[in-house]
């Protein structure tokens, strides 16, 4: 597969080709997704609840992004990886935020950092896309105003999401994922902007899509969020492998003569 570099992001929506995103957080799932030919992967700050157990996106760090995101990024040779800047992302200051996306581009070799921004902060999207530093947006709803919220909603505000996403086009940014708005303020955002919109919960009409990719393999128990959609089962199966593997140790069945040196 050719790489995958901003420009040709950019060019799949002038094409009008979907864009397929998909997160990951180490270099084996790294690997088995760009094999399945995905377009990009989001080292999402997700992985402070999927991979840590944590409440939410808030404790994760940027040490802990790096980490990810060098182990992702060196699994991927042709997908484009994209690093979420952590809580609290550019509200450190210009200066820290130019260096701390910096560091995830220096250190881990990813090609972009995503930053849950809008037009009230055009200032530090402006800055980090003048020093070289690709941004993704993201829009709507945003996970590390969890808080604010007061859990995780629908974005509904479609005018506030409109100003938003433009400003986010005009600071420099490269794309923009939309989180959980009506599918109907998404499609016609998309129409609004040159820049591909990335949706999650945003309807079929956004330019491309992604999805946290523990949800789409089927890994949590208990129910998805809607906005999801399970293309396998690995949950249940990985618990019946190692229950399997429980048994046969047990039983004295593993390891067997084929797995045994003489
Ligand atoms: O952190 C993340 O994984 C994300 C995606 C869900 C868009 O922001």
Known sequence: MPAMRIP???AKKERGEKITMLTAYDY????????????GLLVGDSL???VQGKENTLPVTLEEMIYHAEMVARGA????????????AHYVGIEKTIENAARILKESSAQAVKVEAGANDVKAIEAL????????????LRPQT???????????DDKQLQVDVQAMEKA???AVVLECVPATA???VTSQVAIPTIGIGAGVGCDGQILVIHDLLGVPDGNLPKHVKAYAALGEQIVAAVRDYCTDVRNGDFPADDQTFA
Request: aromatic fraction near 6%; hydrophobic fraction near 45%; charged fraction near 10%.
């Open 8 to 10: 040709n992001f950019v």
């Open 48 to 50: 402070g609840m999927v």
């Open 172 to 174: 420099g940014a490269f």
């Open 28 to 39: 084996t799932m790294a690997r088995l997704l760009e094999t399945a030919g995905v377009d």
């Open 186 to 188: 998404a499609a016609e």
């Open 77 to 88: 040779s042709s997908s484009l990886v994209v690093v979420d800047l952590p809580f609290p």
């Open 129 to 140: 896309t003048s020093a070289g530093i690709p941004v993704m947006a993201h829009c709507g």
């Open 146 to 156: 969890v808080h604010q919220m007061g859990g995780y909603k629908v974005h509904r």
